[in-house]
């Protein structure tokens, strides 16, 4: 039986009291339940990158910090990304721009999924505007996703739980199928 392609789900907010840890908790839940993928959570908070101090472009993978060269590391490793992200002014989080801009070569190929969160939009701007950074790193955004609007009225604060509705688990389901079809078709290129 062949390995499976590895999963990296991206926790992309470090601020205290974030909801993206329990939006990332069921996620992770779902999509070992579907199958289909080795996962593996990438927690920014936990990685705690500085800003981006390297002294050669990231294209030359020539990395001189510790932080930088475990995190070329993890990445290395991946096949495919699901981005659980929020919205910051109507932008993307910096925590995530900042991991996205440490690497080059180790993005190459690989795609790449959301579930956002957040008010009306539920995200969306984010993604949009993070999915700009990925085609530039050689990344393959998929457009199905997980668009999580209002997304405090479907937290149990006190338990520290996000509650999927139905429709959520559908598109969660809908996505992972769609990103394990792009992870195989990628998968010569990441040879090579």
Do not use: C
């Amino acid at each position: 039986m062949p390995d499976l392609p590895k999963l990296g789900v991206v926790i992309a907010s470090v601020r205290e009291g974030r909801v993206g840890l329990p939006v990332a908790n069921w996620f992770v839940e779902f999509a070992r339940k579907q199958g289909g993928f080795d996962i593996s959570v990438v927690d920014l908070k936990v990685i705690d990158l500085p800003i981006l101090s390297e002294p050669k472009h990231p294209r030359f993978a020539q990395y001189q910090q510790p932080k930088t060269k475990q995190w070329s590391a993890t990445v290395a490793v991946l096949d495919a990304f699901v981005i659980v992200t929020p919205e910051y002014n109507f932008s993307s989080p910096p925590a995530l721009v900042n991991a996205l801009h440490h690497l080059y070569v180790e993005w190459h190929y690989k795609p790449a999924a959301f579930v956002s969160y957040g008010g009306i939009s539920g995200g969306t701007r984010s993604v949009e505007m993070t999915k700009q950074i990925l085609t530039t790193l050689k990344m393959v955004p998929i457009v199905e996703a997980v668009t999580l609007p209002f997304v405090v009225q479907s937290i149990d604060v006190a338990a520290g739980v996000f509650k999927a509705s139905a429709a959520n688990e559908k598109a969660a389901q809908t996505m992972l199928a769609e990103l394990a079809r792009w992870s195989h078709a990628l998968a010569p290129m990441r040879r090579h």
